[in-house]
């Protein structure tokens, strides 16, 4: 399997803009998290899915950022208006929840840095 | 969700034997314990996961008391390419994942 695939791997915009990240799972894996990563905050949940459906959105900073999983391969994370302190590293991550119990390994993609000027 | 506590960072020699500690005291029934490490430009990668006494996998070993109120990750003889951040997570299910800030682990020549 190729892991999980994130794009694109660098993105610069421009203030106001609207930023899209994209994220494939690995093949069957039921659950995928997006996460931000900066110096300042570390590594922050933002959201994930179960079944294709959000279970905990809490993470979500404002409602610029949005998410969306419209099938088991592919889920999207969108930040409208974008804003300078959006500029971060996103990763997307999955795994599999009907491995034995207490095995929730969490496989992370290569992240998507985002620079928002 | 129980809160951990790790050392922010570590210094290290090739070859030398690494136990990073992890406080968790709020521990729950259900929770385990996982362990992450983080090289720098990657996501992180799971290293070892474990709810009590000893667990060894290839990588590492983790060691939990009976109270599991901490654990230990331990990397045997350590190389240059261990040097990153190792993160100590604990919760149930494991997917309401927190990363605490990490312990920057810096392996020396």
């Known amino acids: 399997d190729a892991g999980v695939i994130q794009s694109p791997r660098h993105e610069v915009t421009e203030m106001g803009q609207e930023v899209t990240l994209r994220c494939k799972p690995i093949?069957?894996?039921?659950?995928l998290f997006w996460y931000r990563q900066t110096m300042m905050r570390g590594l922050e949940l933002l959201i994930y899915?179960?079944?294709?459906?959000?279970?905990?959105d809490s993470g979500m900073p404002e409602d610029r950022f949005s998410a969306k999983m419209p099938n088991a391969s592919f889920s999207t994370l969108k930040i409208q208006p974008s804003e300078p302190r959006d500029s971060a590293v996103y990763f997307c991550?999955?795994?599999?929840?009907?491995?034995?119990?207490?095995?929730?390994?969490?496989?992370f993609g290569p992240g998507t840095r985002l620079t928002v000027t | 969700l129980a809160k951990t506590t790790q050392p922010i960072s570590m210094d290290s020699y090739e070859g030398q034997e690494v136990n990073i500690t992890c406080s968790h005291n709020?521990?729950?029934?259900?929770?385990?314990i996982t362990w992450y490490q983080q090289f720098p430009s990657q996501g992180p990668r799971f290293i070892i996961q474990?709810?009590?006494t000893k667990v060894t996998n290839e990588v590492a070993s983790l060691f939990i008391p009976a109270d599991r109120k901490s654990s230990t990750l331990s990397l045997p003889r350590v190389s240059l390419s261990d040097t990153a951040v190792y993160y100590c997570?604990?919760?149930?299910?494991?997917?309401?994942?927190?990363f605490g800030a990490g312990t920057r682990l810096f392996v020396k020549a």
């Open positions: 991550a999955s795994s599999l929840s009907g491995a034995p119990k207490g095995s929730y390994e969490q496989y």
């Open positions: 093949s069957g894996h039921d659950y």
């Open positions: 899915f179960n079944n294709n459906v959000p279970i905990d």
């Open positions: 709020n521990i729950a029934t259900n929770d385990y």
């Open positions: 474990g709810y009590k």
């Open positions: 997570l604990v919760g149930e299910e494991g997917f309401k994942t927190i």
